[in-house]
């Protein structure tokens, strides 16, 4: 049985809220996160997750809070 759209999404919608959840719950809000509706729609087996746009103070939150988990170390930085 093949997977529709909506078979896709769902699980990807349900990973968007646990990602919305855990970077809320380190003091970060990304306001445009959320299932991109091209991929989302498409024939893909998985969706991608939109990170979208944030302004300067919370990509400097995301930063420090990777950092502090030790994400941030050992390059990998642009």
């Excluded at 699980?11 to 809220?17: F, G």
């Excluded at 091209?38 to 919370?58: D, H, I, K, M, Q």
């Amino acid at each position: 049985m093949g997977m529709t759209s909506n078979n896709r999404v769902r699980p990807t919608e349900e990973i968007v809220a646990e990602l919305r959840a855990a970077l809320t719950g380190v003091g970060v809000v990304l306001p445009s996160l959320g299932v991109d509706p091209v991929t989302g729609a498409s024939g893909e087996p998985f969706a991608l997750v939109a990170l979208g746009r944030c302004n300067v103070g919370t990509a400097q939150r995301l930063t420090a809070v990777l950092r502090a988990c030790g994400t941030g170390e050992g390059g990998g930085e642009a």
